[in-house]
């Protein structure tokens, strides 16, 4: 996939979403958020989700994933 943007680091997005995860844990907070890593930086959210996956819905966090637009 092309890119005009910076390209996307998956790992850096695994670990960002790890401090998320604590941080959501720490306040019983949910997370809200767009389909990270897709646009400019020609990410693909097939690499994305497992990582949401892992770090969040797996440690029982609800997680709500809007698209653009919704």
Do not use: C, F, N, Q
């Not at 943007?5 to 604590?22: H, M, T």
């Not at 958020?33 to 949401?52: C, F, H």
């Not at 996956?53 to 797996?58: G, K, N, S």
């Amino acid at each position: 996939m092309g890119s005009k943007g910076a390209p996307v680091r998956y790992e850096a997005i695994d670990r960002a979403l790890a401090v998320v995860g604590d941080h959501a844990i720490a306040l019983g907070a949910s997370v809200h958020m767009p389909r990270i890593g897709r646009g400019p930086a020609g990410g693909r959210w097939s690499r994305v989700e497992p990582l949401i996956t892992e770090r969040l819905v797996r440690r029982g966090i609800p997680v709500t994933v809007y698209d653009h637009g919704d």
